[in-house]
């Protein structure tokens, strides 16, 4: 399955970019049938039914989602997914007019209610790579070590709830949001037992 997908994702992008550039007539409606293509491709499978690959001007390019990773008297801050019931730290997809770093502490401040700062880059992952399960998007991964500000607890339309676990007792963490070891390679750098980021 992770090899059609990899292939439904090539031929969408393929498709993107033939539709960005192309200017015959003809060679536009070829480009469409293959993103349609590429769309059957994943329905057959049941990958992610229904779907369809949304039509997006420009060259295709990887989505990018942050994360903030909020550390507090050595506890480490986790929201509660309203769609899984699993546990992640705050983030989301990016939003434009903001940069990565203002996008994570937005995240933050929205699912959980609590003020941070955005300190230092954890990691950066391609989220294939990293060995999460499969997503029809290409999508790079941005994890932000960031300062405890304060403010209380709170839910938003995404989140149940917010609360502070110890790394040895964390709850059900989300497989397609995070993963354990973004989360101790964050506090190992919170600690100063590791200088720089981690990538792939």
Same mark, same amino acid.
């Given at each position: 399955m992770a090899d059609l997908l990899k292939l439904a994702r090539e031929i969408a992008a393929l498709a993107q970019a033939g539709l960005a550039y192309t200017r015959d007539a003809y060679d536009r409606? @070829?480009? #469409?049938?293959? @993103?349609?293509i590429a769309g059957e491709l994943l329905r057959s499978e049941a990958v992610v039914p229904p779907f369809a690959w949304p039509v997006e001007p420009g060259y295709p390019t990887p989505k990018v989602? +942050? @994360?903030a990773v909020v550390f507090h008297e050595e506890q +480490? &801050? &986790?929201v509660k997914e309203r769609?899984? !019931? #699993?546990w992640t730290v705050p983030g989301g997809w990016a939003d434009v007019n903001l940069s990565p770093a203002q996008n994570a502490e937005k $995240?933050? #401040? $929205?699912?959980? !209610?609590y003020r941070v700062r955005a300190r230092v880059i954890t990691s950066v992952k391609d989220r294939d790579l990293a060995g999460?399960?499969?997503?029809?998007f290409a999508i790079y991964k941005i994890y932000? &070590?960031?300062?405890? &500000?304060g403010g209380e607890a709170a839910s938003s339309v995404e989140t149940h709830e917010a609360g502070f676990f110890p790394l040895n007792a964390l709850p059900p963490l989300d497989p397609h949001r995070n993963c354990e070891t973004e989360i101790r390679h964050?506090? @190992?750098?919170?600690?100063g037992e590791v200088p720089s980021a981690d990538f792939n």
């Open positions: 409606e @070829r480009f #469409l049938r293959l @993103r349609e989602d +942050v @994360r +480490v &801050l &986790l769609s899984s !019931g #699993l $995240e933050c #401040l $929205e699912e959980s !209610g999460y399960p499969p997503h029809p932000f &070590l960031c300062d405890f &500000l964050a506090f @190992r750098i919170w600690k």
